[in-house]
Nanobody, 126 residues
Framework: VQLQASGGGLVQAGGSLRLSCAAS????????MGWFRQAPGKEREFVAA????????YYADSVKGRFTISRDNAKNTVYLQMNSLKPEDTAVYYC????????????????????WGQGTQVTVSS
């Protein structure tokens, strides 16, 4: 599966952005989808994940209540709605895909996901 992320940009603190990730080349609905982010000098960290049907989601504590992951299998697209953005949300955001949902949320890490899109920059100014 090929992934193409978009929607990043510059926004003031407290603002909102919606990221999109379009998939192609394989049956989208057979993939678990995730969003990760990487700030300069830091490791890539998990943000959110959604299962094949969209019926189950999981979030990092740092974004819970502010970010919402969703998917439209008819459009082969996963979204990340980001509200109440903070300067510490500044990072390059990546979408990722894998066939399997991790057995434990402790395993919801970058190493679990086999397919990656290019990143999209999100910058939140204070």
């Amino acid at each position: 599966v090929q992934l193409q992320a978009s929607g990043g940009g510059l926004v003031q603190a407290g603002g909102s952005l919606r990221l999109s990730c379009a998939a192609s080349g394989s049956t989208f609905s057979t993939y678990v989808m995730g969003w990760f982010r990487q700030a300069p000098g830091k490791e890539r960290e998990f943000v959110a994940a959604i299962n094949w049907s969209g019926g189950n989601t999981y979030y990092a504590d740092s974004v819970k209540g502010r970010f919402t992951i969703s998917r439209d299998n008819a459009k082969n697209t996963v979204y990340l709605q980001m509200n109440s953005l903070k300067p510490e949300d500044t990072a390059v955001y990546y979408c990722a895909a894998d066939k399997l949902w991790p057995r434990s949320t402790l395993a919801m890490r970058a190493s679990h996901f086999d397919y990656w899109g290019q990143g999209t920059q999100v910058t939140v100014s204070s």
